[in-house]
């Protein structure tokens, strides 16, 4: 199975901070890697499809980056609405697998 | 508005079976594949079962087979997990999520039903 990896585990930022958060395969996903975000409660919302492609009704704040087995998403200007925890999602093979996500909280 | 309700929620000892439900409405439920995920206490996600459109294939994660089934019926819109030889780690939440077609990732998510093994 392919191991999926994110850092950091837990994240402290600002309102209007540029956010960062990383996502690593153990081999190449082809782009195969998709993000969610879980508030607490409730379940996975899917915000990133295909390393880039912002789903539907998703705000463009986020975006995504990515190839091989690196990926990344950005909030460009975090809001008080977006402290939640964040999953990346590798398609590129049977069984698809999850990270352990990242937290984003408020500073 | 697509909206997927699951159900059977409870507590059970090892070792013994349960019934999840997972109702859909607002898209057509014939059409689209579907899958259970479950998450444990304070963990990740772990996709466990998929269900083509017509129930011609199933497919099950490695944690799960043998003991878990994945079925459904189009006619009643409703997506069905059994689970049978309950283990403590089976002990989660249980999502199911509507397959999209064209790209095969979760586009909706029910909001879940939680599974509790203990004796």
């Known amino acids: 199975d392919i191991q999926m990896t994110q850092s950091p585990s837990f994240l402290s930022a600002s309102v209007g901070e540029r956010v960062t958060l990383s996502c690593r395969a153990s081999q190449n996903i082809n782009k195969y890697l998709d993000w969610y975000q879980q508030k607490l409660g409730e379940a996975p919302k899917l915000l990133i499809y295909?390393?880039?492609n912002l789903h539907t009704g998703i705000p463009s704040r986020f975006s995504g980056s990515g190839s091989g087995t690196d990926y990344t998403l950005t909030i460009s200007s975090l809001q008080p609405e977006d402290v939640a925890t964040y999953f990346c999602l590798q398609r590129n093979s049977w069984p698809y697998t999850f990270g352990a996500g990242t937290k984003l909280e408020l500073k | 508005e697509v909206q997927l309700v699951e159900s059977g929620e409870g507590l059970v000892q090892p070792g013994s079976s349960m019934k999840l439900s997972c109702v859909a409405s607002g898209f057509t439920f014939s059409n689209y594949g579907m899958n259970w995920i479950r998450q444990a206490p304070k963990k990740g996600l772990e996709w466990i079962a998929l269900?083509?459109?017509?129930?011609?294939?199933?497919y099950y994660a490695d944690s799960v087979k043998g003991r878990f089934t994945i079925s459904r019926d189009n006619s009643k819109n409703t997506l069905y997990l059994e689970m049978n030889s309950l283990r403590s780690e089976d002990t989660a939440m249980y999502y199911c999520?509507?397959?999209?077609?064209?790209?095969?990732?979760?586009?909706?998510w029910g909001p879940g039903t939680m599974v509790t093994v203990s004796s």
């Open positions: 295909n390393t880039n």
């Open positions: 999520a509507k397959l999209d077609n064209n790209y095969w990732y979760f586009d909706f």
């Open positions: 269900i083509y459109y017509d129930s011609s294939s199933k």
